[in-house]
């Protein structure tokens, strides 16, 4: 048998009830993140976005080093010149940044609203502004006319057309020091930078104005009916990570339609989801 003693218990044999002093803590469960889905719903937020989707990966890709890398931002930079090529985005960026400079300004006299706030974020616009106005009309133009953008441009319409053997200036630029890549890299990004900056402040505030509401799809359906006197831009719709549902978004500025649909591999088809989908919405303005 165990003796007591004046510090306790001593001998051999344990109390049961007496475990370690410190249990490990649980793993702390991570959350994970919520899945936003965005849907455009007109042709100007449609190539706004994909201005900033190609030059999220161009400014990702001409941080790197490495020759792969090098290449991606290179093949970002000719798809933001081949959109830029369809239309004048320079014009539409100036009169949305108009427009919503003129809608910020409707809300300086409100009560309730930060005014300090308010004035930074009419001052960043302001400055897009000047910064794509002083770029000029013409702009891109040097980009558009370099021989060496121009030769891989056209043989990147080959499947596989940018091999060493096709392109072998472009292969030895790759080749360069990471220094010298990246000085090119970074004279390009700087003659694209007010435009496509100027798309994402944009698209930041159209996000920033929406008030996001729960909802529910019976059975998976949702239908949208947009105000008529107020144009909608942009939908959003966010999903807990965890979910292996996504939605498919059908429809027009006026009313469109979301159905759910359940995620099941890359090896077989999804189906709708038969149950109730409580989901986020935001209509964005």
């Given at each position: ?35 936003v889905y965005e849907q455009p ?245």
């Open positions: 048998m165990s003796a007591i003693t004046s510090r306790g218990l001593s001998g051999p044999e344990a109390v049961p009830q007496n475990g370690p002093m410190f249990e490990p803590a649980p793993e702390p469960r991570v959350e994970t993140e919520p899945i719903l007109n042709e100007r937020m449609r190539g706004f976005m994909r201005l900033e989707f190609l030059w999220q990966q161009l400014s990702y890709h001409a941080g790197l080093p490495n020759p792969w890398s090098s290449r991606s931002a290179v093949a970002c930079l000719l798809e933001i010149l081949a959109i830029t090529s369809r239309g004048d985005a320079r014009g539409d960026v100036l009169k949305e940044l108009e427009r919503q400079m003129a809608a910020l300004r409707d809300f300086q006299n409100r009560p309730g609203v930060d005014s300090a706030r308010l004035r930074g974020v009419l001052s960043a616009l302001m400055r897009r502004r000047e910064e794509l106005n002083a770029a000029g009309a013409n702009f891109l133009q040097k980009l558009r006319e370099s021989e060496f953008l121009n030769a891989i441009k056209h043989r990147s319409a080959i499947p596989g057309g940018t091999c060493e053997f096709d392109l072998p200036d472009f292969y030895h630029w790759l080749n360069l020091e990471a220094d010298a890549r990246e000085a090119d890299l970074a004279g390009w990004l700087a003659t694209i930078r007010p435009l496509c900056e100027s798309v994402s402040e944009l698209l930041w505030i159209t996000r920033e104005n929406a008030r996001p509401r729960e909802e529910t799809a019976p059975g998976g359906v949702f239908q949208i009916t947009f105000e008529r006197d107020r144009p909608a831009q942009l939908l959003r719709i966010t999903l807990p990570g965890a979910s292996k549902l996504y939605p498919e978004v059908s429809g027009s500025h006026h009313r469109c339609s979301l159905r759910f649909l359940r995620w099941n591999s890359v090896h077989s088809r999804p189906v709708q989801a038969a149950e109730d989908v409580t989901f986020v919405l935001a209509i964005c303005h």
